[in-house]
Structure formats: C-alpha cells, structure tokens
C-alpha cells in the first residue's frame, strides 16, 4: 500500500502507459527514440492520437492545450475547416502529377502578394532546403563565398548552418561536417554592431542570414533595430541579407517580420505557416537573385557555369499547395496574427500574475505569438509583454525543466522549450486553462521539494 502521495514522475508514468508501450517500441527503431531531435524527452516522450484547434489527445486519451502547434507551422490551430476542405479538394484530385498545376500559380502569387520583398519565389520541401537554397542563390549571384550567421540562430541542419561556435573556439565546426567547409562561415555575436562591420568590411561575404526574432525564434531576443544595422551594413558592402521567417512569416504580420519591423530583405525563407501544416517551404525575394534557377533556352553558357540547378519530388506538390494557399488567403484577409498575438499576450499577463502571486521567481513574456519563460532563475520579469533585447534571458532553471515539463502534462499542456507558439483558435479558455495548469504544476513541485 503507498503510504504517501505519488511523485510528478510517478503521476506521468501512471498517466501515460500507452505512451510508454510506443516509446518502448521506438526506441529500438529509431536512434533515441525519435523523428526529430527536440521530440526526444525522458523517461519517454507523450504519443499524440489526434488534434483539434488549440488542444490534442494522447493515446492515453489525456488532453492538452498545445503550445507546439506543429513547431509553429499552425498559425491557424489544428485542422482549420477552410484548409482541410481545401486539401481535401486536391487529395480528390490527386497526390501528385509530376507536372505543374494550377494550385502552385495561385500559391506563389499568394506568397508574393504578401511577402514585401518577394518579386519571385521556388517552392521547397522544407525550411532546411529554403535556407540552403536562399544560400546558393547569394553566393550565385554575388560570386562570393563567405556567408555571415549569428551565434544560436537557427536555420535548419544543412551543412553550412549547423557550424557553431564552442566557448573557445576560433572557427566554427560540427560533427560529420568537414572543417574545410568552414573557411567560409563566419559566426557574429547578435547586436555586435562593430563585429558585423568588421566581418563584412572585405567585401567577400555573399550574404548575412539572420532569425529576425532572435536565435530560436526569440528564446534569445535581439534588438529590432539591430535587423536595420544588418539591411545597411550588408548594403553598404554589396552583400546580400537573407531574413529567415521559417518561423515569422505569415506569424508577425501578415507580411511577417520584415513587415512588422519594416526592414526589407534581399531574400527570404520561409517554410511552415506557408504551407498551412503540410510539408513545404520556399525563397522568395529580388527577382533578378531569384532567376538564377532560370534555365535559357538559347543560353548554354549560362545554363552550365552561371544558374543553379534545383529539383525536388515533393516541390509544391497538389496537396501542399492546397493547404497553403487557404492558410495564407485567411492569414491575408482576417485577422489571425493579431488574434494569436492577443491571446500570447492574455497568457503572458495570466502567468506572471499568478508567479507573483505565488513568490515563484520568473517570469514570461512574449514576441508576436510566440512566448517563452524564466522560471527558478534570479531574472526580474518584464514590465510589459515584450523583453528587453539588452537582457539575456536565463530560460526554465535545469533542475527544474523535466519536474515541470511532466506536472504541466498530468495537468494537460505540452510547452515547446521555454514557452511555445499560440494560434488564432487559442482563446479565453485555453489561457485559463493554462494559467490553471501551472499554479496546479508549482503546487507540485513544491510538494516534491523541486521549486522553494
Ligand atoms: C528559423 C528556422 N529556419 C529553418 C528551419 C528549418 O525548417 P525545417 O524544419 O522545415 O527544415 C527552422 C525549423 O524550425 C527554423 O526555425
């Protein structure tokens, strides 16, 4: 007979039995369990059945209020009506033509109506291949091979961006990645004013990409202004300034950050929302960088040794295609940004209320819809909404990340990191529900003597 009440720990393995039988299995299928690096959580990761607008039930039958929306690619919540009948339409019609169509036309006139800088645009597969692609492009047109990141900026794990910077290293490096291919990435610190200008001064660096947000879309804020230091200094130098909004676009604005923040981008990525929760991504941009996919009937020379070659089985594929079009044509015509944007702030506000309430040391705050958190760390919280770039934020305590991450789903949310992403179906009721499931965490993580 138990003889004291069950642990944080305890209560999520009671709970999630089903979920640890698929977790068992997929252990010994995939490395680590998992399909993707930031799914892997121990003891074992929940397994999801079904979703609906802001909330999604495991095979447990336990309900959540989601904060990973699809990682971010759900501006619109789970399984919007306009886009599921939309993907429907084209499944009916087929999953694939090998040839063009007319639902990638109205697609890319879409992006290009929405997008300020865009004037041509190539579909992807993925925001990984956009990054890649945005990368050639520049170095294509601008016959230079150096490309300038930022420290933590995340651009998808293709060999270029993945290079980073140890705490006492030189140059950057990364496993399975030769060190060769890193004379010509060039690491900055987000918001070195001085380091930019220095690392652009030679005039060989085809482009600067940056998370207009921020490394990890925010976790890591940089100053806005800062995107207006990049758009003139990369100006100034004949390089090119690629705005990754894998993440923003379509999320910040209607025109993601580069419109909220009124700063115009030689090129920009995207991938997610522009895919209404399908796979997809694509470049759009400066018309004459983004011709460089051109083929010329009449050019041989330019064909062979001047554009860059592009293929992909699932570019702009029927159903995709589909399911982005709706998604964008609701994003351009409603008002989903800001319902996300007023509802992260709702959260915002009903979380630190209740850390001030409860003497819990931390706070949360929020850029666009996408909020993240301190918690059990010595950081004020932020007066308003958003954080002060000159700040770093110290994120959720160590100790405290797991302890949370299972309360938070024995009381029905799954958070994305620190924080997470939030929908336009995300309303008054999942806010209170959320506020509700963290004052019922910290009673438990006090019981368990994880948080003072
Ligand atoms: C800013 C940014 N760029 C690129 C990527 C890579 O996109 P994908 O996962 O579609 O390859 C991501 C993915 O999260 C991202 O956040």
Known sequence: MRNRPMTILETYEAMHAGSRAWAAKAVGV????????????????????????PRKWDVDGNEYVDYIGGHGALLLGH??????????????????????????VLWGQQVIDMVPCGERVRFTSSGTEATMMALRLARA?????????FDEHFHGWHDIVVGRLGPDDARPHAVGVPDAFYDSLTIVQPDDVEGLRAALAGREVAAVICEPT??????????????????????????????DEVITGFRMSPGGAQQ?????????????????????GCVTGRG??????????????WNARQRISHQGTFNANPASAAAGLAALRLIAEGDECAKADAAAAALVHGLNDLFARESVPGGAWATSSMWHMNLGTTLSRPSDVEWDAAEEPEGIAPALFRPLRWAL???????????????????????????????AAIADLRADGALG
């Not at 995939?30 to 607008?53: K, M, N, W």
């Not at 004459?288 to 020379?301: F, N, Q, S, T």
């Open 141 to 149: 047109y601008t016959g230079r091979e150096k490309v300038v990141k």
């Open 30 to 53: 995939f490395p680590s369990g998992v399909t993707h690096d930031a799914r892997a959580f121990q003891p074992f990761p929940i397994y999801v059945e079904r979703a609906l607008g």
């Open 260 to 280: 909220r923040y009124d700063v115009m981008p030689d090129l920009t990525s995207l991938a997610k929302i522009v895919a209404g929760g399908l796979p997809g």
């Open 79 to 104: 399984n919007r009506p306009e886009v599921m009948a939309a993907v429907r339409g084209a499944l009916e019609r087929g999953t694939h033509f090998g040839s063009s169509h007319d639902l990638e």
């Open 409 to 439: 789903y024995n009381h029905g949310v799954d958070l994305m990191g620190n924080g997470g992403m939030v929908s336009s179906s995300h309303g008054e009721r999942e806010v209170a529900d959320t506020v509700a499931a963290f004052a």
């Open 214 to 243: 921020g490394a990890h879309w925010g976790t890591h804020p940089m100053s806005p202004g800062y995107l207006h230091t990049i758009r003139e200094l990369t100006r100034e130098t004949g390089t090119l300034f690629i705005m």
């Open 288 to 301: 004459e960088i983004v011709d460089y996919l051109e083929l010329r009937e009449e050019d041989a020379d």
